[in-house]
């Protein structure tokens, strides 16, 4: 059993910046992958970024490259999405989930509302 708990939503001006958390309770490897996910009203769940905990395989939306950067924590067993030059259109509800090698994401947080303003 996993648990993921998302921190660090909120409401920022275009142009700002965000920190999302992750905190993972529970058995955790480390080739667990870490994923955060993204869902606007209207629109599919799009994966954003995600990681190995151990830090050997990144993945970016092209969307977000270069303005996000995901890491990991692991004395804290956090992972953050850290978020810069937001626009509005990163408006939406944000979600980490956890998968295992070769599995699927099958642990999922409650999800963190993020908007921007213009």
């Known amino acids: 059993q996993v648990q993921l708990v998302e921190s660090g939503g909120g409401l920022v001006q275009a142009g700002g910046s965000l920190r999302l958390s992750c905190a993972a309770s529970?058995?955790?490897?480390?080739?667990?992958?870490m994923g955060w996910f993204r869902q606007a009203p209207g629109l599919e769940r799009e994966l954003v970024a995600a990681?190995?905990?151990?830090?050997?395989?990144?993945y970016y939306a092209d969307s977000v490259k270069g303005r996000f950067t995901i890491s990991t924590d692991n004395p804290k067993n956090t992972v953050y999405l850290k978020m810069d030059s937001l626009k509005p259109e990163d408006t939406a509800a944000y979600y980490c989930?956890?998968?295992?090698?070769?599995?699927?994401?099958?642990?999922w947080g409650q999800g963190t509302q993020v908007t921007v303003s213009s």
């Open positions: 989930a956890a998968k295992k090698y070769m599995g699927v994401y099958e642990y």
């Open positions: 529970g058995r955790t490897f480390s080739s667990d992958t």
């Open positions: 990681t190995r905990w151990n830090g050997d395989s990144t």
